[in-house]
Each structure stands twice: as C-alpha cells, then as structure tokens.
Nanobody
Framework: QVHMVESGGGLVQAGGSLRLSCAAS????????VGWFRQAPGKEREFVAS????????YYADSVKGRFTISRDNAKNTVYLQMNSLKPEDTAVYYC???????????????WGQGTQVTVSS
C-alpha cells in the first residue's frame, strides 16, 4: 500500500511560481510511476505531467509544457511539480497519483493523494 500526501499549493499571482510536493510512504514507491492531475471547478480531471519510476521518462500535457517540470527524489520518496509562469487557467486542485504503469490516464492509477489547491489570480 502507498499513502501519498500533496503539499505546496496556495495563492499566487499570474506569472508567479509554486512547487508542489508529493510525499509517499511505502517501500514500493521508488518502483512506481507518478502522475500529477488537476481538476478545476465544474471541469473534469485532467492530466498534467507524469514521471517514470527512474525519473528518466517524463511527459507533459501541452497546456503546461515549457512551464511545468516534474521530478522525483526516490531517496526521499517524493515527487515534485515545479510550476512557473502560472496562469489563471492553472487554478485547480492538484493531485498526485502512483501506479506501476507509466501512463497519462488517470483511471489507471491505483494510489491517489487528497489534493492541494492552487489558485492563480489575474
């Protein structure tokens, strides 16, 4: 079993930056791929970024490519999402998720955190 907790969300002005963290418990975490997803009010959950278990593979949604960077430190059981040049449309609850499969599809992920709110003001 893997327990995941997100942190680092908050209120930021457009153009600003935030770094989200996803801390996980469980010995298997270093062998799992991790994805970040987000859900804005009234909208469906959408994929943001994912990283393979080794960190050598990363993938981004077009909407965040060039602005967001996903990384991981397996020694600390933590995955990060560095978010730069934030826009009001990035406002959402951000979730991290883990699974054995390296995927951009949320439904394939077995383990989820509780989410952290990111609000970008214009």
């Amino acid at each position: 079993q893997v327990h995941m907790v997100e942190s680092g969300g908050g209120l930021v002005q457009a153009g600003g930056s935030l770094r989200l963290s996803c801390a996980a418990s469980g010995r298997a975490f270093s062998s799992l791929a991790v994805g970040w997803f987000r859900q804005a009010p009234g909208k469906e959950r959408e994929f943001v970024a994912s990283i393979s278990w080794s960190g050598r593979g990363t993938y981004y949604a077009d909407s965040v490519k060039g602005r967001f960077t996903i990384s991981r430190d397996n020694a600390k059981n933590t995955v990060y999402l560095q978010m730069n040049s934030l826009k009001p449309e990035d406002t959402a609850v951000y979730y991290c998720a883990a699974d054995r499969n390296y995927s951009q599809v949320g439904a394939t992920y077995d383990y989820w955190g509780q989410g952290t709110q990111v609000t970008v003001s214009s």
